[in-house]
């Protein structure tokens, strides 16, 4: 089975740095992604990791340690736009499915 | 226009009504997903295909039937709607065709559903 643990709200300033933590727990994995959702709309894809290590892009940046079963995402120079869910989502080995964790609430203040 | 079109947005009917959400994509992606996400659960798995010719259940199949029409139509039915079927459902996209693990999924706008 898959079990996906996230905090479930953050609270952050504008301008600092925050980062989001994600553990999982799964029989078979093949990568994880992080994916950002606004109130009311669709979740968009920020990164995917399969390799231990960082992945930078831009202002956000995402690590894997496959032995530890853990991620983080990380947000620099925050911005009140930020202010949403950000959703960690396992893959499933062999049938290519997502099991998404319930997603870290995120609120930017100034 | 949107790359995967969800209708309709929103949608209120009653207790054992039947109900269909459509989805349509534009992506040329062979891979389509229904999911429905709660507050406070996170988006679970309802269906998915993998082309015209393959569906699967996900995690929270009961209750629901879907049906691929073709490989950019994939609608999702509540054959007799119950009040806890109420939830926002997304449908999405991928395409491994290239790289299988890396390609993300795309998700449409949502329905959001009331069922009274």
């Known amino acids: 089975g898959q079990n996906i643990d996230q905090p479930t709200e953050m609270t952050a300033t504008e301008g600092a740095i925050v980062q989001i933590n994600c553990t999982y727990q799964?029989?078979?994995?093949?990568?994880l992604f992080w994916y950002q959702q606004h109130a009311g709309e669709a979740p968009t894809f920020l990164s995917y990791n399969v390799l231990d290590g960082l992945e930078e892009k831009g202002r956000f940046s995402s690590f894997l340690s496959r032995s530890k079963g853990y991620s983080y995402l990380l947000l620099k120079e925050l911005q009140m736009k930020d202010s949403a869910s950000y959703l960690c989502?396992?893959?499933?080995?062999?049938?290519?499915?997502?099991?998404f964790g319930k997603g870290t609430k995120l609120s930017v203040i100034p | 226009d949107a790359d995967v079109t969800q209708t309709p947005r929103n949608r209120i009917t009653k207790t054992g009504k039947r109900i269909m959400l459509e989805c349509s994509q534009t992506?040329?992606?062979?891979?389509m997903y229904w999911y429905r996400q709660d507050p406070g659960l996170g988006l679970q798995l309802i269906y998915y295909s993998f082309d015209v010719k393959d569906i699967n259940k996900g995690e929270i199949s009961d209750g629901y039937s879907v049906s691929r029409q073709a490989q950019a139509k994939f609608s999702l039915s509540l054959e007799s709607a119950i009040p806890n079927q109420t939830a926002l459902y997304f449908c999405a996209t991928s395409d491994l065709r290239t790289a299988p693990s890396n390609q993300p999924q795309h998700f449409g706008d949502g329905t959001r559903l009331s069922i009274l």
């Open positions: 992506k040329g992606h062979d891979r």
């Open positions: 799964t029989s078979g994995f093949n990568g």
């Open positions: 989502a396992v893959v499933r080995a062999g049938s290519y499915q997502l099991t």
